[in-house]
T-cell receptor, first 112, second 115 residues
Framework: KQEVTQIPAALSVPEGENLVLNCSFT??????LQWFRQDPGKGLTSLLL?????REQTSGRLNASLDKSSGRSTLYIAASQPGDSATYLC???????????FGTGTRLTVIP | GAGVSQSPSNKVTEKGKDVELRCDPI?????LYWYRQSLGQGLEFLIY????????KSGLPSDRFSAERTGGSVSTLTIQRTQQEDSAVYLC?????????????FGEGSWLTVV
């Protein structure tokens, strides 16, 4: 069964720092990988979707990379802001499967 | 609609009662998912609908849980004889089509507390 791990579970950084969040998965036969953001008491907001044939995707200050062979993805956040404080979740969709497998997330706090 | 809509946003129920949670997906989205998120836990897949195909119920934790999707749009998740361990956030999501690898959009969830 696919297992998705996110380390660290929590991270605090001062405003303005660049940071990297990590996601690893055990089965490389994935269809795509998606990064989400979840604010307290809210649902999930999709940030970036990387198809299995892609190596990275960028949106504004966010850049997500995918290395299928090593079972890893990273989410890079440039010039962090207090508004970036949230829990970040990665999820993989396997080829031929209907559901997403989620990590337990990294809780990010950006200190003003 | 503009986004995935879920109701109720909060529900407190007594142990043993039945509850119904509703999800209204984004218009035109054929794929619909239900997930459960317990406190401090990751998201747990419950059930998946794609168009008029038979749903994938492989994630439903027990026969007290059921879901239906009428007319390929609105979905209802029903939990019968609720137990305290059913307390969680129930999240609904939709996408244009699961097979095309489209972005999945989530609602804000229904927070269920069983007392």
């Amino acid at each position: 069964k696919q297992e998705v791990t996110q380390i660290p579970a929590a991270l605090s950084v001062p405003e303005g720092e660049n940071l990297v969040l990590n996601c690893s998965f055990t089965d490389s036969a994935i269809y795509n990988l998606q990064w989400f953001r979840q604010d307290p008491g809210k649902g999930l907001t999709s940030l970036l979707l990387i198809q299995s044939s892609q190596r990275e995707q960028t949106s504004g200050r966010l850049n997500a990379s995918l290395d299928k062979s090593s079972g890893r993805s990273t989410l890079y956040i440039a010039a962090s802001q207090p508004g970036d404080s949230a829990t970040y979740l990665c999820a993989v969709k396997e080829t031929g499967a209907n559901n997403l497998f989620f990590g337990t997330g990294t809780r990010l706090t950006v200190i003003p | 609609g503009a986004g995935v809509s879920q109701s109720p946003s909060n529900k407190v129920t007594e142990k043993g009662k039945d509850v119904e949670l509703r999800c209204d997906p984004i218009s035109g989205h054929t794929a619909l998912y239900w997930y459960r998120q317990s406190l401090g836990q990751g998201l747990e897949f419950l059930i998946y609908f794609q168009g008029n195909s038979a749903p994938d119920k492989s994630g439903l934790p027990s026969d007290r849980f059921s879901a239906e999707r009428t007319g390929g749009s609105v979905s209802t998740l029903t939990i019968q004889r609720t137990q305290q361990e059913d307390s969680a956030v129930y999240l609904c999501a939709s996408s244009l089509s699961a097979t095309s690898g489209n972005t999945i959009y989530f609602g804000e969830g229904s927070w269920l507390t069983v007392v």
